[in-house]
């Protein structure tokens, strides 16, 4: 069974939704990262905490505070000017970083712990300066870890229900993503609808991980 017209549009921005996340994160999460796995702050425990939140929060309870936050009335409306971001698809791309945070910070960070402090040591007894030992040491040692980061991002974001339906709505052509079809399709009992969207998600999702797995043999094989 081919998905209809309305599931491949629904595919679509679900696909554009997890494409700017992943982006978005590897932007911001990579700093974070890095800070995350050389920091010796005492306080590192509850930046970690507050990264891995998402992991236990059940999804409603945070889209619930993301759409009083992204709110006309809320904390950051004057960012907007006043305009609210609840039901836009720039707010479903706010929820969905936020939901998916841990699913790249946490990849990330555990590669550059993993590299280790020689090799940092080494680039600067060269005179290496610490922007140069993060992009030409740091940062190609962590491959794996970015590799690992976008994939976990793109498919946990691919997946996402509950902050969808709480900051995004079902608005369709706007933040009407794939869980949300596959969920209108089963409530009217429509499974083959269901079965058609599902199984593209599932193969896509599958051939993602294979890869990710592939690469990281290769990798050792080739070490």
Do not use: C
């Not at 009217?188 to 599902?198: F, I, K, N, T």
Request: charged share 10%.
């Amino acid at each position: 069974m081919i998905p209809s017209p309305e599931d491949l549009v629904a595919l679509g921005i679900s696909l554009k939704l997890a494409i700017i996340t992943v982006v978005a994160l590897l932007i911001v999460g990579t700093p974070l990262a890095w800070w995350l796995a050389r920091s010796r702050w005492r306080g590192r425990g509850i930046v970690e905490a507050l990264v891995a939140l998402p992991l236990v929060l059940p999804p409603t309870v945070l889209g619930f505070y993301l759409l009083l936050a992204l709110g006309a009335n809320g904390p950051f409306s004057w960012l907007t000017g006043g305009r609210s971001l609840a039901f836009s698809f720039p707010g479903l791309v706010i929820g969905s970083m936020i939901y998916s945070l841990p699913f790249v910070v946490q990849p990330l960070q555990q590669a550059f712990a993993a590299i280790g402090s020689r090799p940092l040591e080494v680039a600067a007894t060269l005179r290496a300066s610490p922007w140069d030992r993060f992009w030409t040491v740091a940062v190609p040692l962590a491959r794996p870890g970015f590799l690992t980061a976008a994939v976990l991002g793109l498919a946990h974001t691919l997946g996402e229900f509950g902050v969808v339906l709480m900051i995004g709505g079902n608005i369709p052509g706007e933040t009407r993503v794939a869980s949300m079809a596959i969920y209108e399709h089963v409530e009217a009992m429509e499974y083959g609808r269901a079965h058609a969207l599902s199984a593209v998600l599932l193969v896509f999702s599958f051939l993602l991980l294979v890869s990710v797995y592939g690469l990281r043999r290769e990798k050792k094989l080739l070490v």
